[in-house]
Each structure stands twice: as structure tokens, then as C-alpha cells.
């Protein structure tokens, strides 16, 4: 099955910089990559996805970049808020399944 | 307006007894699933389902069992309580149609076992 690999496990940044989370998959047949935001107390909700065929894609300030070669994919957030302080997960779907495989989250942190 | 419940929201219960967790949608979604949170692994996938009468297990499903027999529901079990099953527990719904990939959670069940 699926692997996914997520780093780092928290993430501490001042207001208004930038926060990158890192995440690793390790079967070529997913094709579907989607970030899920989730406050304290609260469920998952997705914040933004890719799909193998695109390289990069922006939602105002978030932003994800796919490369299938080494098969990582990264959100980007730029100008962070103390509202974005959360954790992070990214996930992995396989072609034609699905299920859906999580990292293990990162807690972000945004210091005002 | 459409939505994903859970109940109860929290459960105490003793080792050994018989839970059961509800799961109710009403997107008419084809696909359902059961996922356990605990701090420091995400979230990981127990049992789901692709439809009425489909059941499949996930990576963690020993001490789990689920049924569904309506589009609507996907309730879990967990046969006989033990305190390793302590958790958050999430249900997540999605069409799983060509284009129409995303999951939707629940709110959430809190279980407890002592």
C-alpha cells in the first residue's frame, strides 16, 4: 500500500513569514493530493488539492506544488496569520481507489 | 443542507463491553470510512466502505467491525473494548465519482475506554 511521509512535526514561524510543509509518497499510482486543515477540537477540512497532472496550484494565500519524479509534494503558506495556526495533514490517493493514506500531521504555529 | 454527523460526540465506556459509534450522511455519498486519531500518527484508516453491503478493512481494523446497509449509515463496533482503543474517532464521507474526489469528516467521537 501507500506510504506517506510528512515533515516536520511542528513548525514555529513569526506572523507574515512564509511556512512550508514537506510531504514524501511512495506509490506512482496515486494521482490525488489533498491538505486538510484541522483546528484544535475540530475535524479535518480540506484547504486545497492537486491532481497528478498539475504542477503547482494557488488559492489565495496557500499554495501546493506536485513533483511526481521524486514524488513529494509541499504546501506553502505566505504571509501567515495566528488563524492559521493548526495541524497540517497531507494525504495520498491512489488511482482508481478511494482510500485515502495521511501523513502524520504538522503543527503550525504562528507567532504574532 | 447536507452534512456528516457522529454520536454519540463523547463515550466513556469499561474494558471489555460492546461500543458502537454512529456514522449518518446525507449526501447520498457512495463511499464511507472510519478513521482513528491519536497524537503523534494522523489519522489511520480502520474500515470502509464502497457502498451498501461493501465493507473493507483498513490498516488498523483488529478489534473494529462495521456494516452498512443503507447508502446513509456506516456505524462501527468495537466488539470488546480495550484501552488501546482510546481515541478520536472520524467518520469521512465522499461521491468517489470521475472529478469528485474529497472526503468530508465528521465531527468526531471521543472515546474512552477505562
Known amino acids: 500500500g501507500e506510504n506517506v511521509e510528512q515533515h516536520p512535526s511542528t513548525l514555529s514561524v513569526q506572523e507574515g513569514d512564509s511556512a512550508v510543509i514537506k510531504c514524501t509518497y511512495s506509490d506512482s499510482a496515486s494521482n490525488y493530493f489533498p491538505w486538510y486543515k484541522q483546528e484544535l477540537g475540530k475535524r479535518p477540512q480540506l484547504i486545497i488539492d492537486?491532481?497528478?497532472?498539475?504542477g503547482e496550484k494557488k488559492d489565495q494565500r496557500i499554495a501546493v506544488t506536485l513533483n511526481k519524479t521524486a514524488k513529494h509534494f509541499s504546501l506553502h503558506i505566505t504571509e501567515t496569520q495566528p488563524e492559521d495556526s493548526a495541524v497540517y495533514f497531507c494525504a495520498a490517493r491512489i488511482y482508481n481507489f478511494n482510500k485515502f493514506y495521511f501523513g502524520s500531521g504538522t503543527k503550525l504555529n504562528v507567532k504574532p | 443542507d447536507a452534512e456528516i454527523t457522529q454520536s454519540p460526540r463523547h463515550k466513556i465506556t469499561e474494558t471489555g463491553r460492546q461500543v458502537t459509534l454512529a456514522c449518518h450522511q446525507t449526501?447520498?455519498?457512495?463511499?464511507m470510512f472510519w478513521y482513528r486519531q491519536d497524537l503523534g500518527h494522523g489519522l489511520r484508516l480502520i474500515h470502509y466502505s464502497y457502498g451498501v453491503q461493501d465493507t473493507n478493512k483498513g490498516e488498523v481494523s483488529d478489534g473494529y467491525s462495521v456494516s452498512r446497509s443503507n447508502t446513509e449509515d456506516l456505524p462501527l463496533t468495537l466488539e470488546s473494548a480495550a484501552s488501546s482503543q482510546t481515541s478520536v474517532y472520524f467518520c469521512?464521507?465522499?461521491?468517489?465519482?470521475?472529478?469528485?474526489?474529497?472526503?468530508?469528516f465528521g465531527p468526531g467521537t471521543r472515546l474512552t475506554v477505562t
Open positions: 449526501w447520498n455519498h457512495n463511499n
Open positions: 469521512a464521507s465522499s461521491e468517489g465519482r470521475q472529478g469528485r474526489s474529497e472526503q468530508y
Open positions: 492537486i491532481r497528478s497532472n498539475v
